[in-house]
């Protein structure tokens, strides 16, 4: 079944370091992704430079979709933010792995581990992603 598309956003901290969790729902496609485009636009005017995304609830992503997320990405490591994905299913994180974005952007298994990664920044990028796919 079809799930509309949502954004909700939390801010909660890592350390001393501001994070904007942003939990997305739904369908993100040609038609939803200027809504996160916008969303997360907004957020970045307001100096908001780190950024959690939950996908637990996404059910589809398209290329429109990756694509805003690499332009976010590329704007807040720009400004020495960053952006970071959590609860990601396993048919999204196959299209992620597939398609390479995994290298770009850091996927966890865990809020946990996503907030201490934005906490030990040097630690976050020795991790390597497992090539599961």
């Not at 001393?16 to 969790?21: L, R, S, V, Y």
């Not at 939803?32 to 996908?55: A, I, R, S, V, W």
């Amino acid at each position: 079944m079809w799930k509309k598309f949502e954004l909700d956003t939390t801010s909660i901290k890592a350390g001393e370091t501001p994070i904007q969790k942003v939990r997305i729902s739904g369908y993100l496609d040609s038609s939803t992704f200027p809504q996160l485009q916008e969303h997360l636009n907004n957020l970045m005017k307001q100096g908001n430079l780190h950024y959690l995304l939950d996908l637990e609830d996404l059910d589809y992503i398209s290329s429109a979709g990756l694509g805003v997320l690499m332009g976010i990405l590329r704007e807040v490591r720009e400004k020495d933010g960053d952006l970071k994905i959590v609860n990601m299913s396993e048919k999204i994180e196959r299209v992620f792995y597939l398609l390479g974005f995994s290298r770009l952007m850091k996927v966890y298994a865990s809020e946990e581990e996503a907030l201490e990664s934005f906490q030990n920044p040097e630690k976050s990028e020795e991790e390597q992603p497992e090539d599961r796919f």
